[in-house]
Nanobody, 123 residues
Framework: QVQLVESGGGLVQPGGSLRLSCAASGNIFNINGMAWYRQAPGKQRELIAAITRGGATNYAESVEGRFTISRDNAKNTVYLQMNSLKPEDTAVYSC?????????????????WGQGTLVTVSS
């Protein structure tokens, strides 16, 4: 069983900053790619940032230059530093990880998801 838990969401004013964390726990052998998604009310879930195990990153155009994704492999944790926040950034932010798990005598890859943390950008 693998669990991802996000933290750091909350209410922030436009132009402010927030740092999200997502820690993975469970029967983990290794974690490959990790990513952050968000979903605003009435909208589709969108990928906003991704990072490989080696640290290569990709960003959605809507957040590039404002958000930074990073990870600490020793802690099985991915972070999202969000700066210059805008009201349109308001959404539930969820983390995703490609987790390699150990099951008896074999290994398997699975996508794990966190429960999400709400970020509200408003005056």
């Amino acid at each position: 069983q693998v669990q991802l838990v996000e933290s750091g969401g909350g209410l922030v004013q436009p132009g402010g900053s927030l740092r999200l964390s997502c820690a993975a726990s469970g029967n983990i052998f290794n974690i490959n790619g990790m990513a952050w998604y968000r979903q605003a009310p009435g909208k589709q879930r969108e990928l906003i940032a991704a990072i490989t195990r080696g640290g290569a990153t990709n960003y959605a155009e809507s957040v590039e230059g404002r958000f930074t994704i990073s990870r600490d492999n020793a802690k099985n944790t991915v972070y999202l530093q969000m700066n210059s926040l805008k009201p349109e950034d308001t959404a539930v932010y969820s983390c995703n990880a490609e987790v390699i798990v150990v099951q008896a005598s074999s290994i398997a890859a699975m996508d794990a998801w966190g429960q999400g943390t709400l970020v509200t950008v408003s005056s």
